[in-house]
């Protein structure tokens, strides 16, 4: 079935470094897909979102290019700040006979230091 | 707007109360979504309405109800509840289920519920 892969974390970084966070999928078809962030003590807020191939997301300083030939939707942010510290969540979106459902990977939880 | 609200906002029951959880959105979205969420783990999805009717139930044990009254509002109905249930219950909607490129699940702040 349908699986999304995250890098596990923590990931710690100091105050305007460079992030990365990789997602990898697998799919059959051309699933939309997505970032959800979720802050502490809250629920899940939509990041960005990428519906078809090449296509790239971007929100709030953060962007991800759907990739197909790597299966990719890597989350990236030239300069991060303390406010980010967060969860973020790499969602796929298949469907089946009941509509179309999220499928989510683990999770990295990132922590940015002053 | 893209708001899903919910509450309460903490709730702490016994394993003999009954209690509700409720979620509103007025996106005049038609599909709406129960998650549960354990710590430091994704959500799962527990239940699916899709036009007011119940249309997914990932297994759920029975102690968990879900009522959906109108397109606006979704509840879910909770008796003896095990300590093990203890979680953050997140409420989503979306336009439909249907699948199209502009149907994205907006999620609510959650209700952080504890099973003494």
Request: charged residues 20%; proline residues 5%.
């Amino acid at each position: 079935g349908d699986s999304v892969t995250q890098m596990e974390g923590p990931v710690t970084l100091s105050e305007e470094a460079f992030l990365t966070i990789n997602c990898t999928y697998t799919a059959t078809g051309y699933p939309s897909l997505f970032w959800y962030v979720q802050y502490p003590g809250e629920g899940l807020q939509l990041l960005l979102k990428a519906t078809k191939a090449d296509d790239k997301g971007s929100n709030k300083g953060f962007e991800a290019t759907y990739r197909k030939e790597t299966t990719s939707f890597h989350l990236e942010k030239g300069s991060v700040q303390v406010s980010d510290s967060a969860v973020y969540f790499c969602a796929l979106r298949f469907i089946n006979n009941a509509g179309n459902m999220l499928t989510f990977g683990g999770g990295t939880r990132l922590m940015v230091k002053p | 707007d893209t708001e899903v609200t919910q509450t309460p906002k903490h709730l702490v029951m016994g394993m003999t109360n009954k209690k509700s959880l409720k979620c509103e959105q007025h996106m005049g979205h038609r599909a709406m979504y129960w998650y549960k969420q354990k710590a430091k783990k994704p959500p799962e999805l527990m239940f699916v309405y899709s036009y007011e009717k119940l249309s997914i139930n990932e297994s759920v044990p029975s102690r968990f109800s879900p009522e959906c009254p109108n397109s606006s509002l979704l509840n879910l109905h909770l008796h003896a509840l095990q300590p093990e249930d203890s979680a953050l219950y997140l409420c989503a909607s979306s336009q439909e289920t249907s699948g199209g490129t502009t149907d994205t699940q907006y999620f609510g702040p959650g209700t952080r519920l504890t099973v003494l």
